[in-house]
């Protein structure tokens, strides 16, 4: 998902806006304009640059996903159910979604655990290897 994360400070980061008046992040992206109603910038564009998000954060929520999402989401043949978590970011106050490393299930996770993110593989064909962010537990 190109855009959507990087490598930086030594680990795997999101990657979004945030308003240089207000310090309001955005992920994904908002390059339109500042959306907090009490920010004072210019609500042009202008006042939003790129920001690389909190590594870590706490699981807020998690769950089994045991169903094959729609496209434009591409999968494995057959269809292999994951575990998705909801993260909050302390540092931006926010919670963030994304699956969890394939080796962790719904058992090893509890609301509250510190977790990391990480760079996996969502699916290969022959040609591609399509990469997004996940989460693991802290160890």
């Known amino acids: 998902m190109d855009g959507w994360f990087c490598e930086r400070d030594g680990g ?3 990657l979004g806006t945030r308003c240089g008046t207000c310090g309001t992040p955005y992920f994904p ?3 339109l304009a500042c959306r907090n109603p009490h920010c004072d910038g210019p609500r042009d564009g202008s006042e939003l640059a790129e920001y690389a998000f909190s590594a870590r954060g706490k699981i807020w929520s998690y769950a089994d996903s045991r169903y094959k999402p729609p496209p434009p989401y591409v999968s494995p ?3 292999r ?12 106050r926010m919670v963030v979604l994304g699956q969890v490393v394939p080796e962790c299930t719904v058992d090893d996770l509890a609301v509250g655990m510190e977790v990391e ?23």
């Open 12 to 14: 795997v980061r999101l």
């Open 29 to 31: 992206r908002n390059e």
């Open 77 to 79: 043949d057959p269809f």
């Open 81 to 92: 159910p994951y575990t998705v978590a909801a993260v909050e970011l302390a540092d931006e």
């Open 117 to 139: 993110l990480t760079e996996g593989v969502l699916y290969e064909d022959d040609d591609t290897e399509y990469t997004v962010w996940m989460w693991r537990p802290v160890k």
